[in-house]
């Protein structure tokens, strides 16, 4: 059995060596483009991603759980075939509608014809971009997870060859072929990892394992299908629904303030991808075990993710001007500590979704906990805009949106599964770090710099007062860190 902290670390080390090359090569773009020219980009990108989920099918997260439980070595590629024939059956689709579709919806909708080149080669990509997902499945659900790290520190750096020089020098354009290009180059690369060395178990499914494969990954796969759908449709709705009303520019602030935030993502989505899996096969055979280790390994990552998100918003300031160079982006300031929260607490949604919820199948949860995320949102938007600028508005319903959807998702584990994953001292805690990003209103940055130590000095203090985290926590992620780097602790 992999050793779930080890593997959290290194998937959380090499998606953070990631995520750093794409801060590169999005501030790099940023710096390049005006904020009209990033603007279209973003609405480009968020009207794709709006349609690209539907080929989703919530067949990655299913795929994975069935590859990580499977019986036999030979029953793997039945899987990937069986889950890419019925993601292909929406793709295809989905794709010609997005590239024949692209002038209607740019003129019509949008009102904006320089969206239709970028509308049409998204909709090619889509094409290469279905077969990804369940490709990754595969290595992951396999628990090759040494392979998958490499290949994502790699990518990231192949991403910033393509993106930098086509957006130099085509601007626009650029960016959309290079888009295409990254796609092209991560599916073979994929394809080739997850494939080598199972080349002599490769083999058709028949007819009975085609469908008994499908029934099997479907019986949950729908609800990951529509949850999917619901997370993308909450994380776009602020920049698809104001680019119905506003300038590009506008979208640009928003999305600024947005993809800052969602960086914080980079650590919940790293710990899934060892989660589903490791999580999947301890809920089949040691419910006693499952539980326990969640509970344990959740306060931790609870931990790193308040602080993160802390010092996400405290320096957002000096963070933001450093790499755009400028204050071009100023105006999207106020919108970072709401929006940096709600991936916070989507953080731990994320976390307890693909640790708990999928390896149990609780799929009438799920639903209804996503349900909710988008609902909230919407609601205390409407609810909000009449207090609040509408850019703030959409920045704070975020916020309670995704707090509304954690309350539920823990309501329900706690209900069905008998066990609590939060407690008033997670609420405390959370509103304790909230408090702390709003330092990042203080001009003078040497006050900053002064009330640093002393304020998250007292944060760390409240975790380990809490029992989020102990003495030997550190010692195990200190002896971890020795062991990856070939020393002895």
Request: charged share 15%.
């Amino acid at each position: 059995m992999k050793d779930l902290g080890k593997w959290q670390i290194v998937s959380l080390l090499s998606q953070g060596l990631a995520m750093l090359l794409g801060l590169v090569e999005t501030f790099v773009v940023i710096r390049i483009l005006s904020v009209g020219e990033w603007g279209l980009v973003q609405l480009a990108v968020s009207i794709g991603g709006a349609l690209g989920i539907y080929q989703h099918l919530g067949l990655v997260s299913a795929s994975t759980r069935e590859i990580s439980s499977a019986k036999s070595e030979d029953d793997i590629f039945k899987i990937f075939f069986t889950a890419s024939i019925a993601r292909y059956c929406v793709t295809i689709p989905i794709s010609l509608g997005l590239f024949f579709g692209a002038g209607s919806i740019a003129e019509n909708l949008y009102h904006n014809p320089d969206l239709i080149f970028p509308l049409k080669i998204y909709g090619i990509t889509m094409l290469f971009q279905g077969v990804q997902g369940i490709l990754n499945s595969v290595i992951s659900g396999t628990q090759r997870f040494k392979e998958l790290f490499i290949y994502q520190i790699v990518i990231a750096f192949v991403n910033v060859l393509i993106f930098v020089p086509l957006v130099y020098f085509f601007k626009v354009p650029g960016y959309f072929y290079a888009f295409m290009l990254f796609n092209i180059v991560s599916s073979v690369s994929l394809a080739v990892i997850a494939f080598k060395p199972l080349k002599s178990k490769i083999s058709l499914p028949t007819k009975e394992e085609f469908l008994r494969i499908f029934k099997e990954i479907f019986s949950i796969s729908v609800a990951i299908y529509i949850v999917k759908i619901l997370y993308t449709n909450w994380e776009k709705l602020g920049a698809n629904a104001l680019g119905l009303f506003n300038p590009a520019e506008t979208v640009a602030i928003y999305s600024f303030a947005l993809l800052y935030a969602k960086k914080l993502m980079t650590i919940s989505d790293s710990i899934t991808t060892v989660n589903i899996p490791v999580f999947s096969e301890r809920y089949v055979n040691n419910f006693k075990e499952f539980r326990d280790s969640f509970l344990k390994n959740f306060n931790k990552l609870f931990s790193v993710i308040v602080l993160a998100g802390a010092f996400a918003s405290y320096f957002a300031p000096e963070i933001i001007n450093l790499l755009v160079g400028g204050e071009k982006y100023n105006e999207a300031l106020p919108l970072i500590v709401p929006m940096v929260f709600a991936f916070v607490v989507y953080s731990f949604v994320n976390i307890i979704n693909s640790s708990v919820l999928i390896p149990a199948k609780m799929a009438k949860s799920m639903v209804g906990s996503y349900v909710l995320l988008i609902v909230g949102t919407i609601a205390s938007f409407f609810a909000l805009k009449n207090f609040t600028p509408m850019l703030l508005s959409a920045s704070w319903a975020m916020t309670i949106g995704s707090s509304i959807c954690l309350f539920f998702m823990g309501y329900w584990v706690k209900k069905k599964m008998e066990f609590s994953v939060f407690n008033l001292n997670h609420i405390v805690t959370i509103l304790l770090s909230l408090g702390i990003s709003f330092f990042c209103i203080l001009e003078t940055t040497s006050i900053k710099l002064m009330a640093f130590i002393p304020v998250f000095v007292f944060l760390t203090w409240i975790l380990f007062k809490f029992n989020f985290l102990g003495k030997d926590d550190i010692f195990s992620v200190r002896d971890k860190l020795l062991s990856l780097v070939g020393k002895k602790s």
